[in-house]
């Protein structure tokens, strides 16, 4: 048959230099895209979390002191304080008031005293904390007869917004 002739010439091996930008952006992309496959990873799960705030922060005793023996015609100073047993400050704005009496026949009617304004903050664990603004309790003389108030006790129903 024929002849056949073999290249004996050494094979060249093409070897394809990359230039420094073509470098830099092949290695950009595989920081890129690795670093997205790490941030991935380490980026899974997620949520939330809530508790409700207490529905009230607490409750704040408020006490009222004046002198005995009240008579007709005369008026005391009325003091105030309150006790706090919660864990947060509580505040005292006006203090209001409600009369009552031990004898029913002793009209709380009678007796007057005004609405406070108090505006104090009252720290929390709190004793016998002295609140700000005084009352003047005043026993009305009426026309009617008011023995039944002899030796009746008074007694202040207190409240504050």
Same mark, same amino acid.
């Given at each position: 048959?024929? $002849? ?17 930008? %073509? +470098?830099?952006?092949?290695? &950009? ?14 980026? %899974?799960?997620?949520?939330?979390? *809530? ?11 408020? $006490? ?19 006790? $706090?047993?919660?864990?947060? *400050? ?15 026949? #002793? ?9 406070? &304004? *108090? ?10 904390? &002295?609140?700000?603004?005084?009352? +003047? ?11 039944? #108030? ?12």
């Amino acid at each position: 048959m024929g $002849n056949t002739v073999e290249n004996t010439a050494p094979k060249k091996k093409f070897v394809r230099k990359f230039s420094k930008k %073509t +470098t830099a952006a092949v290695t &950009a992309s595989f920081l890129i895209i690795g670093g997205g496959a790490y941030a991935f990873w380490t980026t %899974t799960g997620g949520g939330t979390f *809530s508790a409700p705030n207490a529905a009230s922060n607490g409750t704040v005793v408020l $006490n009222a002191t004046f002198a005995s023996g009240l008579t007709p015609g005369a008026s005391v100073s009325v003091t105030y304080t309150a006790n $706090n047993a919660g864990t947060s *400050s509580l505040r005292v704005g006006t203090i209001s008031h409600v009369v009552s009496t031990s004898d029913p026949l #002793c009209l709380p009617a009678d007796f007057t005293i005004s609405n406070v &304004a *108090s505006n104090t903050t009252v720290p929390a664990s709190s004793t016998n904390f &002295a609140l700000a603004g005084t009352g +003047t309790l005043t026993f009305t003389d009426t026309a009617i007869n008011q023995d039944a #108030c002899k030796s009746a006790t008074v007694t202040l129903t207190l409240t504050s917004n």
